[in-house]
Structures are given as structure tokens and as C-alpha cells.
């Protein structure tokens, strides 16, 4: 009878009409969240960027491409929720998106301008009301600890999923974690 809210797999960010920044989420991990919810009897809305699985039967589907898309199907429903896991994992950057596609120029370099993206997970703990339960993530590479833990207070999150994604069995696209 919980109102659960997950989110799953990368946001695309635009560089030009073929090319986009993200990074190597599969989506499993959210889907798998949102597919536990639903067999435990939640509501479940599962807010999805763009993945190669199905989506899971069951539950409302909201997919997104970017992050800002993220941002608002998240931030439009979070207050109503009772337990929000925010394992997708959106692009921090964005670049201005060229008109048309981008041509190489011999073997002259190129040069993005990046720009942050909105932050999800620190909207949705700004937002958080007494007695909801929010979960965030944190993928890292080094200071695994250190870094979750100022991730969590950051966030105003009530749990952070830290995860060293150079290890082996955890990380991005694996059907294990560590």
C-alpha cells in the first residue's frame, strides 16, 4: 500500500543530433528495486531513462531522455511518495547542443564547454518530508566511503547505497553487486 517512486538507467545528454554525453548504466538495479516494491504490494512509478530491458509489468512507467527530464518527473512527484530509490544514474554534465551534427576537422582537437546539470537527488532531499524515506547512490571510484557519507547529508537522503564501481562484480551492466 506504499507509494514507491524509483528512478533507472542514464540520462542522454544532446551534443548534437547524433552524439550525446551519458554514461554506462544498464538500468538493472532500478528495475530490480521497482520489481521487488511491486511483488511487496506498492504503487510503484518507475522513472526510467533509456535502457535495452523491458520494463517491468505492474508498475507506471515515466521514461525520460535527459536530465532535466529527470529532474522534473522526479521533482513533480516526489512529494507524494512515500519511498523514493533514486538509482539512475543522470549525466552530471551537458554540453550546448550543436544544430547539426558536429564534423571533424582533420585532426584539429575539439573543445566542449561543459555545464552542470540539474541535481536530482539534492532537489528530492530538499523536498523531503517527515516520515518519507529516500535512497540515493553513490557510484564511485575512490574515497568510497568518505564520499557516500558526505553524499548523504548533502542529499538530505535516509540511506546511501555506496558502490566501488572499480571492483570486480559491482558497478554498471552487471547481474551481481557488491
Request: glycine share 8%; hydrophobic share 40%.
Amino acid at each position: 500500500g506504499k507509494k514507491v517512486l524509483v528512478t533507472a538507467g542514464p540520462t542522454r545528454e544532446p551534443v548534437d543530433p547524433v552524439r550525446f554525453l551519458t554514461n554506462q548504466s544498464s538500468g538493472k538495479m532500478g528495475y530490480a528495486v521497482a520489481e521487488a516494491a511491486r511483488d511487496r504490494g506498492a504503487d510503484v512509478t518507475l522513472v526510467t531513462g533509456p535502457v535495452a530491458i523491458p520494463a517491468p509489468a505492474g508498475v507506471k512507467v515515466v521514461p525520460v531522455e535527459t536530465t532535466e527530464e529527470l529532474f522534473d518527473a522526479v521533482t513533480g512527484r516526489c512529494e507524494e511518495q512515500d519511498v523514493i530509490v533514486q538509482a539512475a544514474a543522470p549525466a552530471d554534465f551537458r554540453a550546448e547542443r550543436a544544430e547539426h551534427k558536429i564534423k571533424k576537422q582533420g585532426d584539429a582537437p575539439l573543445t566542449l564547454t561543459l555545464y552542470p546539470t540539474p541535481d536530482v537527488a539534492a532537489a528530492v532531499g530538499a523536498k523531503k518530508r517527515e516520515g518519507q524515506f529516500i535512497v540515493a547512490f553513490a557510484a564511485e571510484t575512490q574515497n568510497l566511503l568518505e564520499n557516500a557519507r558526505k553524499k548523504l547529508g548533502r542529499k538530505n537522503a535516509s540511506l546511501v547505497v555506496a558502490n566501488d564501481v572499480t571492483r570486480a562484480g559491482a558497478g554498471f551492466g552487471t547481474d551481481t553487486n557488491v
